[in-house]
């Protein structure tokens, strides 16, 4: 019985540092030009704060990741929003779930 304590409390130790030392797929900087909305950048700090930035305006915010839902809240904004993300590779899809937000494919700085 000792045995397999021992085993179950090893498995748990390493699923525990495991957890630790993984990174959301957001962290780091992303940029696009938006045509109309200019150039947007994002910054995702892989620890749930975030920053928007365009030529009007900067503004830190937080996030959370659950699957592909990325839901953002802005110091500005009156209510989160939420977005359909991908990654691959170099390349950061949103697509603002309401479609009236700002969504497009940034890459990678």
């Known amino acids: 019985m000792k045995k397999y304590v021992a085993l179950f409390l090893i498995a748990v130790t390493l699923l525990t540092l ?3 030392g993984s ?8 940029s696009a030009d938006l045509g109309d909305d200019g150039v947007i950048t994002w910054t ?3 620890k749930g704060k975030c920053t928007m930035e365009n030529a009007y305006m900067k503004q830190d915010g937080t996030y959370t990741i659950d699957g592909d ?6 110091e500005a904004w009156s209510e989160p ?3 359909t993300f991908s990654v691959d590779g170099s390349s950061l899809t949103m697509k603002e779930n309401s479609g009236y937000g ?6 990678k700085k």
Do not use: E, H, P, R
Request: glycine share 10%.
């Open 69 to 74: 839902q990325l839901t953002v809240t802005l």
């Open 102 to 107: 700002i969504s497009g494919t940034f890459a």
């Open 81 to 83: 929003s939420t977005y």
């Open 18 to 20: 495991a957890a630790c």
């Open 44 to 46: 995702f700090n892989g």
């Open 23 to 30: 990174k959301d797929a957001l962290a780091g900087t992303w």
